[in-house]
């Protein structure tokens, strides 16, 4: 009832109203190497229908790792850029945003479009320079974490509000957001999320949004092979990635957690949750400094750097924690290693599988458990070596956990 007043409330201010982009959405879209799938035609279009109402858009895409939500988002955001407002599009994460920043920067300069970048890391005049670009409309697309809704950041036009992984912000970071409106007007939600959510179960979680689902990957992508080993014959899977990084091909070694703490014999002991730190340190004496590192405590530059050695081919491997989880798309990287696989959840598992099988390529994933499992774990990996199917996967959680 609350999400349903509250959506009645949003539904009483005006917002701008968007006719189709005749031009901008076209030539994006002849700009690229590839065709939009059927289901991202349909969803742009039930998209496109709601920005041409006076009242404002909420709507929610949810689609499959892969499956193509950021070129909807640009299409969307075609229409609302032609009619000469301001488009913002918000990510949880630095590494997150920073991706959307450089594809729409890719995308959208050509077609003379101003993009701009917003995160709570730039000081000084960087920060002071874009803010305003944004506050004067020199800014056209502003892409950014959720420095875009602190008090001081002023729109001058804003028509439409994207929000991807929308699971990661609360529904009152939505509604700051929703009040950098211009004078009378309230902008345009779109919300994207990568988790795909059983429809009974969006229907109660996100009452206040229309739903709209994106169920069809693009063609090329090869399924990914799952498989389940114990930890115990981590050695097999050691040297599997040795003879794949020969072949110029790359690897993730996601670790549950950074930090053991002071309690050294969970990182002598080499089947704890080992940290991620200390996994490095032992893929390194074995592979040089073809290892990388990524995690949460790692500084912004340090952390750029890392991923640039991964991204660019220098570094074979990169051992992280789940701040790879979203986002990060290395098409060479073929392997993706989950270290204690039961104590991750089933839509934490599918996302980071996503991160591999962006090529032609088969892509393997290797699920490794610390037995002995219990019941519900084995199911957990179960369901995931039986599908690759977000939408699956996710009505699979439900049972299995039920709806909490």
Same mark, same amino acid.
């Given at each position: 009832?609350?999400?349903?007043?509250?959506?009645?409330?949003?539904?009483?201010?005006?917002? !701008?109203?968007?006719?189709?982009?005749?031009?901008?959405?076209?030539?994006?879209?002849?700009?690229?190497?590839?065709?939009?799938?059927?289901?991202?035609?349909?969803?742009?279009? @039930?998209?496109?229908?709601?920005?041409?109402?006076?009242?404002?858009?909420?709507?929610?895409?949810?689609?499959?790792?892969?499956?193509?939500?950021?070129?909807?988002?640009?299409?969307?955001?075609?229409?609302? #850029?032609?009619?000469?407002?301001?488009? =913002?599009?918000?990510?949880?994460?630095?590494?997150?945003?920073?991706?959307?920043?450089?594809?729409?920067?890719?995308?959208?300069?050509?077609?003379?479009?101003?993009?701009?970048?917003?995160?709570?890391?730039?000081?000084?005049?960087?920060?002071?320079?874009?803010?305003?670009?944004?506050?004067?409309?020199?800014?056209?697309?502003?892409?950014?974490?959720?420095?875009?809704?602190?008090?001081?950041?002023?729109?001058?036009?804003?028509?439409?509000?994207?929000?991807?992984?929308?699971?990661?912000? &609360?529904?009152?970071?939505?509604?700051?957001?929703?009040?950098?409106?211009?004078?009378?007007?309230?902008?345009?939600?779109?919300?994207?999320?990568?988790? !795909?959510? !059983?429809?009974?179960?969006?229907?109660? =979680?996100?009452?206040?949004?229309?739903?709209?689902?994106?169920?069809?990957?693009?063609?090329?992508?090869?399924?990914?092979?799952?498989?389940?080993?114990?930890?115990?014959?981590? @050695?097999?899977?050691?040297?599997?990635?040795?003879?794949?990084?020969? @072949?110029?091909?790359?690897?993730?070694?996601?670790?549950?957690?950074?930090?053991?703490?002071?309690?050294?014999?969970?990182?002598?002991? !080499?089947?704890? =949750?080992?940290?991620?730190?200390?996994?490095?340190?032992?893929?390194?004496?074995?592979?040089?400094?073809?290892? =990388?590192?990524?995690?949460?405590?790692?500084?912004?530059?340090?952390?750029?750097?890392?991923?640039?050695?991964?991204?660019?081919?220098?570094?074979?491997?990169?051992?992280?924690?789940?701040?790879?989880?979203?986002?990060?798309?290395?098409?060479?990287?073929?392997?993706?290693?989950? @270290?204690?696989?039961?104590?991750?959840?089933?839509?934490?598992?599918?996302?980071?599988?996503?991160?591999?099988?962006?090529?032609?390529?088969?892509?393997?994933?290797? #699920?490794?458990?610390?037995?002995?499992?219990?019941?519900?774990?084995?199911?957990?990996?179960?369901?995931?070596?039986?599908?690759?199917? &977000?939408?699956?996967?996710?009505?699979?959680?439900?049972?299995?956990?039920?709806?909490?």
């Amino acid at each position: 009832v609350s999400l349903l007043t509250r959506r009645a409330y949003i539904r009483q201010i005006a917002a !701008p109203r968007f006719n189709s982009s005749k031009v901008l959405a076209k030539h994006l879209l002849d700009g690229l190497p590839f065709q939009m799938t059927n289901a991202q035609k349909r969803v742009s279009k @039930e998209i496109l229908h709601d920005l041409k109402q006076d009242q404002p858009m909420l709507r929610l895409v949810q689609g499959d790792v892969g499956a193509g939500k950021t070129l909807v988002a640009a299409v969307a955001a075609c229409h609302a #850029l032609e009619a000469d407002w301001q488009v =913002a599009l918000m990510a949880p994460t630095e590494i997150l945003a920073e991706q959307h920043y450089l594809n729409f920067k890719r995308w959208f300069e050509p077609l003379g479009i101003e993009v701009a970048w917003l995160s709570g890391k730039q000081k000084g005049k960087a920060r002071a320079q874009a803010e305003q670009q944004i506050k004067q409309g020199h800014a056209q697309l502003i892409v950014g974490t959720h420095a875009l809704f602190q008090d001081n950041v002023e729109f001058s036009k804003l028509g439409l509000v994207i929000i991807d992984e929308q699971h990661r912000f &609360g529904v009152d970071q939505r509604l700051a957001l929703r009040n950098k409106g211009a004078d009378q007007f309230t902008p345009h939600q779109l919300v994207m999320t990568a988790t !795909p959510i !059983p429809r009974t179960l969006a229907m109660s =979680a996100y009452g206040d949004l229309d739903t709209s689902i994106i169920d069809e990957l693009p063609p090329g992508r090869t399924p990914i092979q799952t498989v389940t080993i114990p930890l115990d014959r981590r @050695e097999q899977v050691l040297q599997r990635i040795a003879s794949n990084c020969r @072949e110029g091909k790359q690897a993730y070694w996601v670790c549950p957690l950074l930090d053991a703490g002071a309690d050294e014999e969970t990182v002598a002991d !080499p089947d704890a =949750a080992a940290p991620a730190v200390a996994r490095a340190a032992a893929l390194r004496q074995r592979f040089g400094d073809k290892v =990388a590192l990524v995690h949460g405590k790692l500084q912004g530059a340090a952390r750029d750097r890392e991923m640039a050695r991964f991204s660019g081919g220098e570094a074979a491997i990169l051992v992280a924690t789940t701040v790879i989880e979203v986002g990060v798309d290395v098409p060479q990287a073929m392997i993706m290693v989950i @270290e204690r696989a039961e104590s991750f959840g089933l839509a934490q598992l599918h996302q980071l599988r996503g991160r591999v099988g962006r090529g032609a390529v088969a892509s393997h994933c290797v #699920l490794l458990y610390k037995s002995p499992l219990s019941k519900t774990a084995q199911k957990r990996l179960q369901v995931l070596r039986d599908s690759n199917d &977000g939408f699956v996967i996710a009505q699979k959680d439900l049972e299995i956990r039920g709806p909490g």
